[in-house]
């Protein structure tokens, strides 16, 4: 039978569970955001300040070294930066959809045992 007190129940339970789950989609947001806006702040330092050293060099070569050894630590720093904020982002998803099993698991836990009789 209907119960408007297991409706009201229900209703607050799902809107607990969204609200976590929007209040951790946001601080992960933000973290990302900030990681991102981090990493642009310091790649762009280090690119300014490689070309200073660009500048003063004394000869070709020296140029040619220095550009090469700048490339190769901006892709190894690009590629670990890819990195971490990819896993930021599964960490994400993962917290976001954590709050939303138990409440699924109960919702199919009827459903599951009356297909198994």
Do not use: W
Request: net charge negative.
């Amino acid at each position: 039978m209907f119960s408007f007190d297991e409706a009201n129940k229900k209703g607050q339970e799902a809107m607990d569970t969204m609200l976590n789950s929007y209040s951790s989609l946001a601080k992960g947001m933000q973290a990302i955001a900030t990681e991102a806006a981090d990493y642009s702040k310091k790649s762009y330092e280090e690119s300014v300040a490689h070309f200073e050293r660009l500048t003063s060099a004394g000869s070709l070569e020296a140029v040619i070294e220095l550009q090469a050894s700048y490339v190769k630590n901006a892709c190894e720093a690009y590629v670990a930066e890819a990195m971490k904020i990819g896993e930021m982002y599964s960490d994400l998803a993962t917290g976001t959809y954590k709050s939303y099993e138990a409440p699924v698991a109960r919702a199919a836990a009827p459903a599951k045992a009356a297909a198994a009789a």
